[in-house]
């Protein structure tokens, strides 16, 4: 496919932590598969990681490691454009400009606002202007598709709403994002409350499995999840925990659920969390040796990332530039 026909493809995360399996399968795993067809393009939202409280040291330690985790799992840089969202001019400044075209209103309504306020967290104006933030992320480099969660279906929708807009005022500028929701098969569920799904930020450690848990841990976290009653190794409503488990062999193993549900017929839950441990610790051990490689090697890391944010500037200048213009901003001389 040329260059030209390729669609852009934009998704981001936020440094907030090791990648769970739950991001993997669900999500990285999925990107992985968009790289040959299309242009795609990874920020690090390291500007929304600041909305809610953290530590500085941390946030860039966080941020680089995420880089290496990305490409431990199979987002190649010679493939896609990965890059921190603060090295780019552009995303600021775009977000003030689409600011002044949305109302408060639509803002306070977001949910993931209400519920972080909601928590009783100290409250910042950026917590509430972190969707404009997002929208600025997407139309800046005119996305034409974005992968992103159930969670973030609403964010998406008001930066639809904020380009249509935009694009009445003042003239037709920026592509109507059309967001890819995964699919809800995809949902990787709490080891220990199998009613939430498994997030990097839980509390208790032994809720999620990360990328780069070593064995040992792997294997005590799962022969500790929680199961159902019974002893059958069966899919089912009434069986959240085991159905969870099942997901996850199989997202590893590539292998149907069906067939492991055969595998287990007779045998109990035991043998079944031993049997589920060793794939993810074989599905998970390339990843962490990678991992392991590229998060020492510097000089690699910040060729990625100078390169990554190279490619992404040039773009954003151009539609920045744009935008500048429309909305009556005298042009810079140079
Ligand atoms: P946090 O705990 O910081 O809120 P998270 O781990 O819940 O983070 P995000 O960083 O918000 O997840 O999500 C990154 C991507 O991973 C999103 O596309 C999201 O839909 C996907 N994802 C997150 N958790 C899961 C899960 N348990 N199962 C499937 N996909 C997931
Ligand atoms: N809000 C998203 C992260 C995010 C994003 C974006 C996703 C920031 N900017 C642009 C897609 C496109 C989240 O918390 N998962």
């Known amino acids: ?16 932590g090791i990648l769970t399996i739950g991001n993997y399968l669900g999500a990285i795993r999925h990107w992985t598969s968009m790289l040959d067809d299309n242009d795609c393009l990874f920020p690090i939202v390291n500007m929304h990681a600041i909305t809610v409280p ?15 985790q990305y490409i431990a799992c199979g987002l190649d840089p010679e493939k896609c454009t990965i890059f921190i969202q603060s090295h780019v001019v552009g995303h600021a400044d775009l977000a003030w400009v689409l600011g002044c075209l949305t109302p408060l209103g639509e803002l306070q309504r977001m949910t993931q606002f209400k519920d972080k306020t909601a928590k009783g967290a100290p409250l910042n ?3 509430l202007f972190y969707p404009v933030l997002m929208a600025a992320d997407i139309l800046l480099y005119n996305a034409d598709i974005v992968p992103v969660g159930e969670d973030q279906k609403q964010h998406l929708e008001l930066a639809r709403n904020i380009a249509e807009r935009f694009n009445s005022t003042y003239s037709e500028t920026f592509k109507i ?8 098969g995809a949902r990787i569920l ?24 070593e064995p040992d841990q792997i294997r005590k976290k799962i022969s500790r999840a929680v199961t159902d009653s019974g002893s059958e190794v069966k899919s089912g409503p009434d069986k959240a925990g085991v159905t969870n488990l099942l997901s996850i062999m199989s997202g590893f193993s590539g292998k149907s659920v069906e067939e492991h549900e055969a595998e287990f017929v007779g045998k109990g839950y035991g043998d079944f969390k031993k049997a589920v441990g060793e794939v993810v610790v074989e599905g998970l051990r390339p990843i962490r040796e990678r991992f392991e490689e590229i998060i020492e090697d510097k000089a690699y ?21 744009k935008v500048h213009r429309k909305v009556g901003f005298v042009e810079r001389f140079r």
């Not at 260059?3 to 981001?12: F, G, I, P």
């Not at 994002?177 to 809800?184: D, L, R, S, V």
């Not at 944010?309 to 200048?317: C, G, L, N, S």
């Open 177 to 184: 994002p059309e967001p890819q929701i995964a699919t809800t």
């Open 125 to 127: 104006s950026g917590l």
């Open 1 to 16: 496919m040329s260059d030209s026909e390729k669609k852009t493809v934009l998704t981001a995360a936020q440094p907030s």
């Open 301 to 321: 890391l910040d060729e990625v990332l100078k390169s990554g944010a190279d490619i992404a500037q040039r773009k954003a200048y151009k539609m920045l530039s």
């Open 54 to 68: 953290y530590t500085p040291a941390d946030l860039r330690l966080r941020t680089r490691s995420l880089v290496a």
């Open 190 to 213: 709490s080891l220990q409350d199998p009613n939430r799904k498994m997030s990097k930020s839980d509390e208790n450690q032994g809720a999620y499995l990360l990328l780069t848990d």
